[in-house]
């Protein structure tokens, strides 16, 4: 059996920009929702300033995690009219290449645990 891949990320907003990170939120919330059967949790929660967003992803696998990537890869190019800066982003278990690939190319830091050590997840694994 595969282990699941967990992504955490928070980011900047720019100053004046929430409504359009929101909407951004929304969007790519109900299209994972529609498309992503393999993720089994997708939250986006801000901070009360509206200049901090934390998303949080469980994927059933990586690979779940690099097709994420591909769905989601015009939300993120369009991601810089409202998107300031990426604070901290950290991948439990091992990252698919691209995902890697990607943080490099754009010369954001990664921070990686790849080594699961315990523990357990209770959602079932939609099959797809």
């Not at 990686?112 to 694994?125: D, E, N, P």
């Amino acid at each position: 059996m595969s282990e699941p891949f967990i992504y955490l990320s928070t980011f900047t907003v720019r100053a004046g920009h929430f409504n359009e990170a929101l909407e951004a939120a929304r969007e790519v919330a109900r299209l994972v929702e529609a498309r992503e059967p393999r993720m089994l949790v997708f939250q986006l929660f801000a901070d009360e300033a509206g200049r901090q967003i934390t998303s949080l992803q469980v994927h059933a696998d990586a690979e779940s995690m690099a097709n994420h990537m591909s769905i989601a890869a015009k939300h993120i190019a369009d991601s810089g009219s409202w998107l300031e800066s990426v604070n901290y982003a950290v991948a439990l278990g091992q990252p698919p290449a691209v995902m890697t690939q990607w943080y490099e190319e754009a010369g954001e830091p990664l921070a990686q645990f790849s080594r699961q050590l315990a523990g357990f997840t209770r959602a079932a694994v939609p099959v797809g």
